[in-house]
């Protein structure tokens, strides 16, 4: 069973960087899909990222361009890297794992319909 923990969140300024890592307790080759949520206070969860094992990744609309999804096998660690940060960006995010085939465009637009573990959320402030 993969376990997940994020890390990397804080406080920056509007224009900065922060890189969000996912590690999981078994090998990155132990799940199908990795997708990164986020939740705003009020609002709802919100698809960011996704990347399947066959090299497959999304991008949601709002993040495409400044945020990229990578992964290290050797440190079983999955990571968010998010540049141009904006005040709207401000959440707490989460990582989240299938352990059976589950595409991206499934995973991210059905709230994280067949991911099986999940995170702990790691909170993003951007301001000022």
């Known amino acids: 069973q993969v376990q997940l923990v994020e890390s990397g969140g804080g406080l920056v300024q509007p224009g900065g960087s922060l890189r969000l890592s996912c590690a999981a307790s078994?090998?990155?080759?132990?799940?199908?899909?990795i997708g990164w949520f986020r939740q705003a206070p009020g609002k709802e969860r919100e698809g960011v990222s996704c990347?399947?094992?066959?090299?497959?990744?999304y991008y949601g609309d709002s993040v495409k361009g400044r945020f990229a999804i990578s992964s290290d096998d050797a440190k079983n660690t999955m990571y968010l890297q998010m540049n141009s940060l904006k005040p709207e960006d401000t959440a707490v995010y989460f990582c989240a794992a299938a352990l059976s085939p589950a595409p991206c465009v499934v995973v991210i637009h059905t709230d994280g319909v067949g991911l099986d573990v999940w995170g702990q959320g790691t909170q993003v402030t951007v301001s000022s």
């Open positions: 990347t399947e094992s066959g090299g497959n990744t």
């Open positions: 078994g090998s990155p080759t132990d799940y199908y899909t």
